[in-house]
C-alpha cells in the first residue's frame, strides 16, 4: 500500500513538472522494480463550496462541510469526469471562538494522478491558526498544504462570507468521501 501511495507521488510531482509520460503503460520508474505506471493519467482539480463554523471555550472545535467534484482530463481523450463528492475540514483545538463561515470555495490546481479515487480519503493540514473579527462579507483567500503520506498539494480556500469573533488554534484535517 505503501508503495502505491509513493508511486502517486512521484506521478504527481512528475506532471506538475511537465513531463510527459501519457503512454506510460507498464513502464518501469527506476524507484524498483515493483514500481510501474499502469494505465492512463489523469489531471484533476478539486472544486465544491463549504460552510459551517467553529465554536471554542478554551477547548473546541471546527466543522465545514459541502458538496463538490473531482474534475479529471484524461491524457489523450477528450471529455472530463466528474465525480460528485462531499468535502469535509474538520478540526480541534484550543481558543475563544464563535465563527460562522459560508460560501468557502475549495479549489486546486491541476494534479496528476493514476486514478482519481485517490482523493477520496483524509489529509492531514496540521496546524492551523485564525483570527475572526465581527465582520460580515470579510474576503479571504488562502492555501493549505494537505498531505498523505508522501503525497501533498495545495488546497486553496477563498470565502467572502465570515461572522464571527474569536481566536483558535486547530488541528485540522480534510476529507473527501464519494456522494
Given at each position: 500500500?505503501?508503495?502505491k501511495?509513493?508511486?502517486n507521488?512521484?506521478?504527481?510531482?512528475?506532471?506538475?513538472?511537465?513531463?510527459?509520460i501519457?503512454?506510460?503503460?507498464?513502464?518501469?520508474?527506476?524507484?524498483?522494480d515493483?514500481a510501474?505506471?499502469?494505465?492512463?493519467?489523469?489531471?484533476?482539480?478539486?472544486?465544491?463550496?463549504?460552510s459551517?463554523g467553529?465554536?471554542?471555550?478554551?477547548?473546541?472545535?471546527?466543522?465545514?462541510?459541502?458538496?463538490?467534484?473531482?474534475?479529471?482530463?484524461?491524457?489523450?481523450?477528450?471529455?472530463?469526469?466528474?465525480?460528485p463528492v462531499?468535502?469535509?475540514?474538520?478540526?480541534?483545538?484550543i481558543?475563544?471562538?464563535?465563527?460562522?463561515?459560508?460560501?468557502?470555495?475549495?479549489v486546486?490546481?491541476?494534479?496528476?494522478?493514476?486514478?482519481?479515487?485517490?482523493f477520496?480519503?483524509?489529509?492531514?493540514?496540521?496546524?492551523?491558526?485564525?483570527?475572526?473579527?465581527?465582520?460580515?462579507?470579510?474576503?479571504?483567500?488562502?492555501?493549505?498544504?494537505?498531505?498523505?503520506?508522501?503525497?501533498?498539494?495545495?488546497?486553496?480556500?477563498?470565502?467572502?462570507?465570515?461572522?464571527?469573533?474569536?481566536?483558535?488554534?486547530?488541528?485540522?484535517?480534510?476529507?473527501?468521501?464519494?456522494?
Open positions: 500500500m505503501k508503495m501511495s509513493l508511486r507521488a512521484l506521478f504527481a510531482v512528475l506532471t506538475v513538472c511537465g513531463l510527459n501519457a503512454q506510460a503503460n507498464d513502464v518501469p520508474m527506476n524507484v524498483d515493483t510501474r505506471v499502469r494505465g492512463p493519467l489523469y489531471t484533476c482539480s478539486l472544486d465544491g463550496y463549504i459551517g467553529s465554536v471554542a471555550i478554551i477547548i473546541g472545535g471546527q466543522v465545514l462541510s459541502g458538496p463538490g467534484y473531482i474534475v479529471c482530463s484524461q491524457s489523450g481523450r477528450r471529455g472530463v469526469l466528474q465525480i462531499t468535502f469535509r475540514l474538520a478540526g480541534a483545538g481558543g475563544l471562538d464563535l465563527t460562522a463561515f459560508r460560501n468557502v470555495h475549495v486546486t490546481a491541476g494534479i496528476g494522478v493514476s486514478d482519481p479515487r485517490f477520496l480519503r483524509s489529509f492531514g493540514v496540521g496546524a492551523s491558526a485564525g483570527v475572526s473579527l465581527i465582520a460580515v462579507g470579510v474576503g479571504f483567500d488562502t492555501a493549505v498544504r494537505v498531505s498523505d503520506g508522501g503525497f501533498g498539494f495545495d488546497l486553496g480556500l477563498q470565502g467572502a462570507d465570515v461572522i464571527g469573533l474569536g481566536a483558535r488554534l486547530y488541528g485540522t484535517v480534510f476529507s473527501i468521501t464519494a456522494r
